[in-house]
């Protein structure tokens, strides 16, 4: 089955779970922003969760298909067509041979994923088929999608499509993003520790999967010093001279010689992913046996938002 892009939205990538393990060679993860919308859609169209899918970022894709293919679209809220009749989001429809599905302006987040039956056919590169906008390769020839690409489905798994309990992905208020202490916490002093925890902070326009720039209330370690570059986790927030905040994501650096006061749990880095600039952003100090229990406590409601 090929799929033609009419209009690719202004950031649309073929991205997976992502590729781990090869930090020490200088090589980000990559992989979906939302991993957790990401499954999503792969579930509910019968795919393995993980399957490589679109990930299309303020503004979706306008994509003709040449076989009939079963679709769904979900993560950040945008107006999904299939021809001129308007399709619900969070479910799966079937585009037939020759059919335009047509993704709009993102609203309530920043980035959709469309899953396709049978994922996205690329090659995996180190065992992923994410796209490294930065090293230029995964995905589709290492880059976002461009009007006039081709590219094919793959072949769908036989597992049975999934549907969701209705008000499952119901919206909740929002809370703070849960953060245990960072490797160089102990440059800070608590004051500047409590006064990164206490104050909001608006993300940056100069904010991409890399990392996310926050303004807000400084915070500067008790002393100006060198720290020798070291490895930076995934979702380490680094404090540079000026005092304001880097997220790093996604996309990320792997070292780096900035302290690092504050690391996002693994629970909460897919709601980092859906963070527009401008909006706003606080964090609530959790410890690690808190975070390990938030991840748990995740992966059970997404085994119970499905109708059985």
């Known amino acids: 089955m090929t799929i033609r892009v009419l209009k690719p939205g202004p950031s649309t990538t073929v991205q997976d779970r992502g590729r781990f393990g090869y930090a020490h060679l200088g090589i980000s993860p990559c992989g979906a922003a939302d991993a957790v919308s ?28 040449g076989r009939s293919a ?33 993704c709009g302006t993102m609203s309530a987040g920043v980035r959709a994923y469309l899953a396709i039956r049978g994922g996205v056919d ?42 969701l309990r209705t008000g499952a ?17 102990d440059w800070f002093t608590e004051e500047a520790i409590a006064r990164f925890l206490g104050n909001p902070y608006v993300v940056s326009e100069q904010s991409d999967r890399a990392g996310l720039r926050l303004t807000g209330e400084p ?22 001279p000026d005092g304001q905040p880097i997220l790093l994501f996604v996309d990320q650096q792997t070292t780096g010689g900035y302290p ?35 991840l748990h406590a995740q992966e059970r409601w997404l085994a119970e938002i499905w109708e059985s």
Do not use: W
């Open 70 to 102: 079963v679709i769904a679209v979900a993560g950040a809220r945008c107006e999904v067509k299939i021809g001129p009749y308007r399709i619900a989001q969070d479910a799966a429809f079937e585009v037939s041979a020759g059919g335009v599905l047509q």
């Open 219 to 240: 915070i500067n370690p008790r002393e100006q010093k060198q720290l020798l570059t070291d490895g930076i986790p995934l979702g380490a927030v680094q404090v540079p």
């Open 260 to 294: 690092k006061i504050a690391s996002v749990i693994a629970a909460d880095m897919h709601r980092i992913g859906q963070l527009r600039p401008r909006d706003e952003v606080r964090f609530a100090e959790v410890s690690i046996a808190e975070a390990v229990e938030a």
């Open 122 to 163: 690329v090659p995996r590169v180190m065992g992923s088929a994410s796209t490294d906008l930065r090293g230029k390769f995964g995905g589709l020839e290492g880059r976002r999608l461009r009007a006039g690409d081709v590219t094919r489905g793959g072949r769908a798994s036989g597992q049975r499509p999934g549907r």
């Open 169 to 185: 992905l119901d919206p909740v208020e929002s809370a703070a993003i849960r953060v245990t202490r960072g490797p160089q916490h």
């Open 38 to 65: 990401l499954r999503i859609a792969n579930l509910l169209v019968g795919n393995e969760e993980y399957a490589p899918a679109l990930e299309m970022t303020l503004q979706g894709a306008t994509l003709e298909f």
